[in-house]
């Protein structure tokens, strides 16, 4: 099955940018939506964006629109998430996942079939 390795996590400052990347590799076949999540200790796993990287739509959760983008780089089969304008509040495990379809917007973890391991990102003032 598909393996997905995210990277580029690390440490921002308020109102600057991080570029992560969700590397998918393996048999990926029929997994057409690729999305990020985030998690931080107390909270329920929140989508942040995902793609359909078959027909390119997008989706963001309002915290995040205008503000991050999702470039889909098909030769390396790599979803990016170009964060700017960054905010404290960004701070979290950043998690790769990838499902079949993006359904219910793409934004809810319970249709994604495989996880990556995370990237942390700690986002200071």
């Known amino acids: 099955q598909g393996q997905l390795v995210e990277s580029g996590g690390g440490s921002g400052q308020a109102g600057g940018s991080v570029r992560l990347s969700c590397a998918a590799s393996?048999?990926?076949?029929?997994?057409?939506?690729m999305g990020w999540f985030r998690q931080v200790p107390g909270k329920e796993r929140e989508g942040v964006a995902a793609m359909n990287t078959v027909g390119g739509s997008t989706y963001y959760a309002d915290s995040v629109k205008d503000r991050f983008t999702l470039p889909f780089d098909n030769p390396k089969n790599t979803l990016n998430l170009h964060m700017n304008n960054l905010d404290p509040e960004d701070t979290g495990m950043y998690i790769c996942?990838?499902?079949?379809?993006?359904?219910?917007?793409?934004?809810?973890?319970?249709?994604?079939?495989?996880w990556g391991q995370g990237t942390r990102l700690t986002v200071s003032s």
């Open positions: 996942a990838l499902a079949s379809w993006c359904g219910r917007g793409g934004l809810s973890q319970y249709q994604y079939n495989y």
């Open positions: 393996g048999h990926t076949y029929g997994f057409y939506c």
